[in-house]
Each structure stands twice: as structure tokens, then as C-alpha cells.
């Protein structure tokens, strides 16, 4: 007999594979050549390892850290 404990994992499993098989289904958009936010030249090793690139490491880095800082009111 299954309790809520169960019932809540089992519920956790089927919304982490449909995350998962969404995630593999979304294609990237194609790799930018440069960055949207300065407008330097993406390393092309840079666009080889990560496919939908946009911002070059320096504006990439910026945005991360605003995002980590951003609280919400």
C-alpha cells in the first residue's frame, strides 16, 4: 500500500522526465559569431562547446551575476 510519500516521489519522477524529454526535444537556436550585449567576436571554441551561444564569457558572466544578486521585491 503506497502512503503520500510514495505518491509525492512517484508525482516528482514523471514531472522530472517530462522535464527532461522537453529538454531534449528543444533545439538550440544556431550559435551568434558575436555577442549580443558588446558586440566582440565569440571565441569559436566557445560556439563549438556551448551550441546556442549568444554573449561572449565576459557579458555571460555579468548577466550570472545579476541574476545571482537579483532579489525580487
Not at 38 to 43: G, S
Not at 54 to 62: G, N, T, V, Y
Amino acid at each position: 500500500m503506497a502512503d503520500w510519500i510514495d505518491e509525492s516521489q512517484e508525482y516528482q519522477l514523471k514531472i522530472l522526465e517530462a522535464q527532461i524529454s522537453q529538454a531534449i526535444r528543444t533545439q538550440p537556436a544556431p550559435s551568434a559569431f558575436v555577442c549580443v550585449d558588446c558586440d566582440t567576436p565569440i571565441a569559436q571554441l566557445r560556439r563549438k562547446i556551448i551550441p546556442g551561444v549568444q554573449r561572449c564569457i565576459e557579458c555571460q558572466e555579468i548577466v550570472e551575476i545579476k541574476r545571482k544578486n537579483y532579489r525580487p521585491v
